[in-house]
């Protein structure tokens, strides 16, 4: 595709508007010569700018990032709010009453989706549980030393998520699937899964919005219900991303 994208007319290349394009819009050319907007390639200085261009590498490297990042975290969410919604019944009755209270029969849309408080908190409930990464890393920049432990210059430093998410010094009765503690505020530091500071999801807003449109038409036209071989406590594979070591089965009934 960026073989085919390099090869479109001027014209062609305006009509696109998708992500794709952005980054071959910043590509590099073959020999590293200027583009075409007067920028110098390959970061070198330009008078008192340096602007920064991309390799077809890293363009490859950023499209895997995003199908990583973006469809497998938004399906585990999806996966691990049905299963919550399976055991918690009155939670899945209330979120389906606000879905039928505050959009009657209208389509789900980036506009009215912001009525949808209590699915809102649901979707963070089952994040704060279920976080799909379930560590964020980073680099120290500089030595520093926190609580007596020194942290030196290069080094990695894990921060686990899904354990902070479920200590209960930050969250009374962790384990408890309860949406409604959403409602209080909290320290923003305690809950992190869509991480933090700069260097944090770019893709969140895109992957609540998707969340919730799918779960008002699923939510919608079918129920979930736990069957006799549904795991009371899931456990999961041992990975950077949470997932399940068992297949989570469900029973799902047509509303009528
Ligand atoms: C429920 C869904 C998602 C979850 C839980 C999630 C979680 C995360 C987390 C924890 C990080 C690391 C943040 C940090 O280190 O502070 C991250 C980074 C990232 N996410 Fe997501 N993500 C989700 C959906 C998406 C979607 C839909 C996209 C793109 C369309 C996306 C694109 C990215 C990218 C590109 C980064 C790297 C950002 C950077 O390094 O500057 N994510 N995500």
């Given at each position: 595709m960026i073989k085919q994208r390099q090869n479109d007319s001027k014209e062609i290349r305006e009509q696109r508007v998708d992500f794709l394009q952005l980054l071959v819009d910043a590509e590099i050319t073959d020999n590293g010569a200027k583009q075409e907007n007067g920028d110098t390639a390959s970061g070198e200085a330009m008078g008192k700018h340096t602007v920064r261009r991309l390799t077809t590498d890293e363009i490859v490297g950023q499209g895997t990032l995003f199908f990583i990042a973006g469809y497998e975290t938004t399906a585990s969410t999806l996966t691990f709010a049905s299963y919550n919604l399976?055991?918690?019944?009155?939670?899945?009755?209330?979120?389906?009453?606000?879905?039928?209270?505050?959009?009657?029969?209208?389509?789900?849309?980036?506009?009215?989706?912001?009525?949808?408080?209590?699915?809102?908190?649901?979707?963070?409930?089952?994040?704060?549980?279920?976080?799909?990464?379930?560590?964020?890393?980073?680099?120290?920049?500089?030595?520093?030393?926190i609580k007596g432990v020194t942290i030196y210059e290069g080094q990695?430093?894990?921060?686990?998520?899904?354990?902070?998410?479920?200590?209960?010094?930050?969250?009374?009765?962790?384990?408890?699937?309860?949406?409604?503690?959403?409602?209080?505020?909290?320290?923003?530091?305690?809950?992190?899964?869509?991480?933090?500071?700069?260097?944090?999801?770019?893709?969140?807003?895109?992957?609540?919005?998707?969340?919730?449109?799918?779960?008002?038409?699923?939510?919608?036209?079918?129920?979930?219900?736990?069957?006799?071989?549904?795991?009371?406590?899931?456990?999961?594979k041992v990975s950077n991303f949470l997932q399940p070591e068992k297949d989570i089965k469900l029973k799902v009934s047509p509303r009528c």
């Open positions: 399976a055991m918690n019944p009155d939670v899945q009755e209330k979120a389906y009453n606000e879905i039928r209270e505050m959009l009657g029969n209208e389509e789900p849309n980036y506009d009215n989706i912001g009525k949808l408080k209590y699915l809102d908190n649901v979707i963070s409930e089952t994040l704060r549980l279920y976080p799909p990464v379930i560590a964020l890393s980073r680099r120290a920049s500089e030595n520093i030393k990695t430093v894990f921060v686990p998520t899904i354990a902070l998410q479920r200590d209960p010094r930050l969250f009374k009765d962790p384990h408890s699937f309860k949406p409604e503690r959403h409602e209080e505020t909290s320290n923003p530091l305690s809950f992190l899964a869509f991480g933090y500071g700069p260097r944090n999801c770019i893709g969140m807003r895109l992957a609540l919005v998707e969340a919730k449109i799918a779960l008002v038409h699923v939510l919608r036209a079918v129920k979930f219900e736990r069957r006799p071989d549904t795991q009371e406590v899931l456990t999961f």
